[in-house]
């Protein structure tokens, strides 16, 4: 079992989901309800976030579902057939409206609402939880690590280290989503057609008993490849690399070298001076080992010679913020606007839109508004399913979610888009939503008393 | 897809593992190699880590195959025949020496050495790191926040946050192994017969117009349960549980109340003395929200009365220390020693078995040796597969291996065993295994300069 098959992650779920639906169908409870799904407040290292991860889970709640094992696993647990029965016939109906894959956004701001009958919106909400943060999470650390090498290609050499397969083939997406170039994943580059990188590694080195001999019978099968040079010693190997050359003349295709270890920077600058002394000025330089935005900011301030980097580890698992502080949260029920008053933890009600300015081609400002407002700027929330099925207009492909996620990091304005320390960006709240807020924060109180 | 259905996971594994193969066959490289499983350094907030995941892993392992449509697809990638038939055709046979799951273990040590003819054993590398490294790290960090919390119980709330479908499954298990006692994960709860928890959440509370009535509706439904008072007002919450207990009687079956935000530790204080003058001191309290082992620890410095703790996202995701140095090397092949030399990066060649002593019921020292030494002390790596089967000695009941791992922490000296900053755990390294490693040093020197 690796992330379980599809027609079984109806299970994928807290046991409270389930005792407060049983408890619902026990008190009928079945109008519709509102959860808004939003990140309360950003991490220290985070000025924006990247919403990824919609589409893959719109897929999975038009076919959510449950076996008959886990029927009977239920029963075991003392859930009462009207629970089971209720499951057996589950099928998601309801409408979300969510920002498009690929957008920015901030804290508090509403990335998806869900409008379904109370019992489908509570039951999913593990699931839609886990699924976008994930995935918002690592398209979001990837698009800093990109926008850090400028220009330069990212490949992703995550698999190893990333927490399991699902994150492993979804964070893969989310990462190139954020502007990586390719992923070494396999499994990830098939199931999503994802550009896949990768040549050798040190273990093929070490099997042969020459470094020299290695990198030549390599080459007579991958003619075109990158040549890793660091297994015993970095300048050494980069030697053999241009005795190679000079040993195979125009036979000779080899892209490029990769470094894996030891000081990068100073490395590729001697790399660099070595290769091009000997007339190799058109070999590449990918650098690799414990890379991130901070350390490739560095790099590129420096100077060196690097023209492509691979990221593994610190990009997989979001090392400086492995988690967003994501909540999803009821915030109407039967068509009054509900939220808690939990100490820390402010929610607005009811549905809401987002309304984003842009000032000489750069966001401005952003307010949260009441759904119905028609406030300056562009609403960001769309309609992207309803009655359970995705819309037709809803984007389903990657180029373009690729294409729409570029445009939006270039609209940040510069002091957001830095991995600096700087001013946050501005979001508001319409005073409409506002007032609203007051109004169902006093309701709650009246509840709390009676 | 969450993480693919299990005979597709050939396929999860990293592209230059696959190009390497290709070469490696193209080669006629297929005699035996060895690599080692192992953690480079200990992430600074770590003093031990707990090793998990085998028995999930060499499931895998057992059943690791390919689709059609992954073949065609590395068609289309430019794989060659040769390549593709013997995927086809592909059985792991190889042999896995292994620390059996719940055995604590430190950097440098082996967990897994696997021995296998080299294009198998390559070809795994990417998928035994994933699972190994998720799995020890979660569990990991889920022994330390057990251990903080003393003799009360840990429930893991992490579904929301872990890192995909995968993790929250498998990271379920290994957080039991570490030490706590249930999960709200429902579809882990199924799979790996854990034992499961959880009541309710706010928006049952908020669903209803009176917290009042929330309450009593649940309790007709569930009637021992735990009740989430912190919706509206924490102190006014209790109140209402005990007004509730009054209107009941001895119909009342209620076994607790959860507090989720604010101070815990002053609001649990004030919550046990409300109940406790109202006559309902057999009433545990429960705390959550963003609970980890240093304010768990802090907590129960303070005295404060709280019965048991729900932990989600900080022990979901290991967040300070999301990720550890872990490296699946090339150690032997060919019957002869291997290494690689880059710096920083060393590592121990051929195959290797770890010696741990122990005074006094505690465990003193460890020394990693090579695989033939007889060295004071209990040999720590045991045969669980060979050719390609888990062998009837290898432990695959989990009860039994997180006794295991309970029996491992207890004999982890104090000042390894705490959160505070103390002392490393000695390991050595044999005397024979270090003029081995010198061995092949030199050896591997000479490939560099030949």
Do not use: W
């Not at 400028?150 to 990333?162: E, M, N, Q, S, T």
């Amino acid at each position: 079992m690796t992330g379980t098959e599809q027609d079984d992650l109806g299970l994928f779920t807290d046991l409270y989901q389930l005792t407060m639906l049983d408890a619902y169908l026990n008190e009928d409870m079945h109008e519709e309800a509102v959860f808004t799904l939003f990140v309360r407040r950003l991490p220290d290292n985070r000025k924006f976030l990247l919403a990824a991860g919609l589409d893959p889970l719109l897929e999975l709640l038009e076919n959510l579902s449950f076996s008959e094992k886990q029927f009977d696993y239920l029963a075991d647990q003392g859930f009462s057939d009207q629970l089971i029965n209720y499951l057996r016939e589950f099928e998601f109906s309801g409408q979300v409206r969510a920002l498009p894959e690929g957008t920015v956004f901030f804290e508090n701001e509403p990335m998806v609402e869900v409008r379904a009958p109370l019992p489908q919106a509570q039951l999913i909400e593990t699931l839609v939880m886990n699924q976008l943060h994930l995935q918002t999470l690592l398209a979001s650390k990837a698009a800093r690590i990109a926008l850090a090498a400028g220009d330069k290609p990212i490949l992703d050499f995550g698999a190893r280290r990333v927490h399991g397969i699902d994150a492993g083939v979804k964070g893969s997406r989310a990462m190139l989503l954020g502007g990586i170039r390719a992923t070494s994943n396999m499994l990830a580059g098939h199931h999503y057609s994802l550009p896949v990188a990768g040549t050798m590694a040190h273990s093929y080195i070490q099997a042969h008993d020459s470094e020299f001999d290695a990198f030549k019978r390599f080459t007579e099968r991958f003619p075109d490849t990158i040549l890793l040079v660091d297994t015993i010693d970095t300048i050494e190997g980069v030697k053999k690399v241009i005795k190679l050359a000079k040993q195979l003349g125009d036979e000779f295709k080899v892209k490029g070298i990769r470094l894996d270890s030891g000081d990068l920077g100073e490395l590729a600058k001697q790399s660099r001076k070595l290769l091009d002394d000997n007339g190799l000025e058109h070999l590449d330089i990918v650098a690799s080992g414990g890379l991130d935005e901070y350390k490739i900011s560095e790099l590129e301030n420096n100077k060196a010679p690097i023209d492509s980097f691979g990221v593994g580890t610190g990009m997989g698992v979001s090392d400086d913020a492995p988690a967003l502080d994501i909540a999803y949260k009821l915030v109407e029920y039967a068509g009054k606007g509900r939220l808690k008053l939990s100490s820390g933890k402010p929610v607005l009600p009811g549905e809401k839109q987002v309304f984003r300015e842009t000032k000489d081609g750069q966001f401005s400002q952003d307010t949260i508004a009441r759904y119905d407002e028609q406030l300056p700027g562009h609403p960001l929330l769309q309609k992207v399913m309803t009655k359970g099925k995705r819309l037709p207009s809803h984007q389903r492909d990657f180029e373009k979610i690729c294409e729409h996620a570029q445009q939006q990091l270039q609209q940040l304005p510069p002091s957001i888009r830095t991995i600096e320390k700087s001013d946050s960006y501005q979001v508001h709240i319409s005073d409409r939503l506002s007032d609203y807020q007051q109004q169902v924060t006093e309701q709650v109180k009246k509840g709390g008393t009676s």
